[in-house]
């Protein structure tokens, strides 16, 4: 299988099987937006779930975040977007093409759409999304959608220092909706002009700060193998001195091996000091720590590890993919981390018309569902139920047959090695929760 082709049965998996759909289609769509379906709304929850409970809940020194994606126009005069969010554009000159291009993805030199090699001066372009606020329509009222959340953080420093008394080192996390105005979106929900964060801005004494940075590349970049991303298909690239922005002192993207090709699912960055002095400067506040023992004040350096959630759900999605070939016939099977599958179990009759057997799999389903995402499906034969159910990546089907009836137990089948099980129903809920953790 070619990677395009590859690219192509994913994209048609998700449309098909409720994972994500084009942005108002039956409008012909809007280009750079995408909608989760009922599968692919769950898949995004549990990544952000997964994501949360990883840098937030199990760690000491790290709390949440929600703030507005509305801010303060001056946020950004003081983060340098107003001025230097900007990718370089270029028009194709061929009057049948006209298409408009990142100067930086022309391919040597040729439109990639028309293969033309004559463009237009590059223009700055900035991709902050304006709108206005109030009644009024006027410059005074321009605000932007954010274009990335961390700015919700640093602003916020000092409440949060202060209400919750954290000391040095210490991190917010946030994840939410940014904005875009992408010149050239594409390759599925990979590039968009609305999509989801998920970033952290780790706070530590400047001379901590070349520790924190390498720790938290480990701690990210085990993240995603800990949820089942194959270790080939993930890679650390660290940019060279003349990638950083001036501020930087080091950056270090996880990478992921789409059929695209290798492509930035997350970058960890030490972005020094920065952030909290061009706030301080533009806010007049001061944005310094002060040690409560010592009573030194310091501009903590930041580390941040910043994310983008539909990332890595395609990242998931398209590692999860696996085709098979089983007693002649394809098997498609998502081979999602339990705790990232949109349902955990699905609870079969193996006949539809035996009102015992309904009857019994509808109270297991309804009894599992408690505790767990859970299905029921009686549309099919047994056969077809099982592939649908692999086609989403469903952990565990239970059946229910005549002999359940009598004996109170139900087969159980593993999605990966499709090996089943019989087990008595007074301990499925403990034996599918040990495994699906
Ligand atoms: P790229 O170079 O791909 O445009 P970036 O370096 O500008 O990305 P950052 O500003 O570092 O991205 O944003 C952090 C994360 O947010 C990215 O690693 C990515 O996962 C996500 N992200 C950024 N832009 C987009 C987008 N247009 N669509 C989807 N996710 C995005």
């Known amino acids: 299988m070619t990677q395009p082709d590859l690219m192509d049965k994913i994209v048609a998996l998700a449309k098909r099987r409720g994972f994500i759909f084009q942005s108002s289609e039956i409008y012909g769509g809007l280009n750079g937006a995408w ?12 990544v952000k779930n997964a994501w949360w409970q990883s840098v937030v809940h199990h760690r000491d ?17 003081a983060s340098g977007h107003t001025v230097n969010f900007a990718d370089m554009m270029v028009d194709c000159k061929n ?64 409440n949060v220092v202060d209400s919750m008394h954290r000391k040095l080192p210490f991190g917010i996390a946030q994840m939410g909706k940014s904005f875009r105005n992408e010149i050239t979106p594409g390759n599925f929900t990979f590039r968009t002009r609305e999509f989801e964060q998920m970033e952290i801005e780790y706070f530590c004494p400047p001379q901590e700060a070349e520790q924190k940075y390498r720790e938290w590349i480990d701690a990210r970049f085990g993240w995603y193998i800990n949820l089942g991303i194959k270790k080939e298909n993930l890679r650390l690239r660290e940019h060279h001195k003349d990638e950083l922005a001036h501020y930087a002192a080091g950056c270090t993207d996880v990478e992921y091996n789409f059929p695209f090709g290798w492509s930035e699912l997350e970058g960890i960055a030490n972005r020094t000091d920065y ?51 089983v007693n002649d016939a394809l098997r498609v099977v998502l081979k999602f981390h339990p705790q990232l599958a949109p349902i955990k179990v699905a609870v079969l009759p193996l006949l539809k018309k035996n009102d015992s057997i309904v009857a019994l799999a509808k109270k297991i389903k309804s009894e599992l569902q408690k505790e767990m995402v859970c299905v029921y499906d009686d549309t099919a034969a047994i056969g077809k139920l ?8 469903t952990v565990f089907c239970v059946t229910v047959d005549v002999q359940s009836i009598q004996d109170q137990q139900v087969t159980v089948r593993f999605r990966d090695t499709m090996q089943q099980e019989r087990i008595p129903i007074a301990r499925l809920s403990g034996y599918l929760k040990e495994k699906l953790i």
């Open 35 to 46: 909608d989760y379906g009922p599968l692919g709304a769950e898949l995004k929850r549990n």
């Open 61 to 77: 020194d790290v709390v949440g975040l929600d703030a507005a994606i509305l801010m303060h126009p001056r946020t950004w005069e």
């Open 95 to 158: 009057t049948e093409c006209s298409k408009r291009l990142r100067a930086d993805q022309l391919n040597n030199g040729k439109c990639p759409s028309c293969g033309g090699t004559l463009f237009t001066e590059a223009r700055a372009f900035n991709l902050m999304l304006k709108t206005s606020l109030g009644a009024m329509e006027d410059s005074s009222s321009v605000v932007y959608l954010r274009p990335e959340t961390a700015q919700g953080i640093f602003v916020n420093f000092a």
């Open 386 to 393: 099982y592939r649908r159910q692999d086609e989403v990546g």
């Open 275 to 325: 952030d909290l002095k061009q706030h301080a400067k533009f806010s007049g506040k001061d944005l310094q720590y002060q040690d409560p023992v010592t009573n030194e004040k310091v501009y903590p350096f930041v580390i941040e590890p910043s994310g983008g959630c539909d990332r890595a759900a395609l990242a998931f999605l398209v590692d999860a993919y696996h085709e098979e070939t």
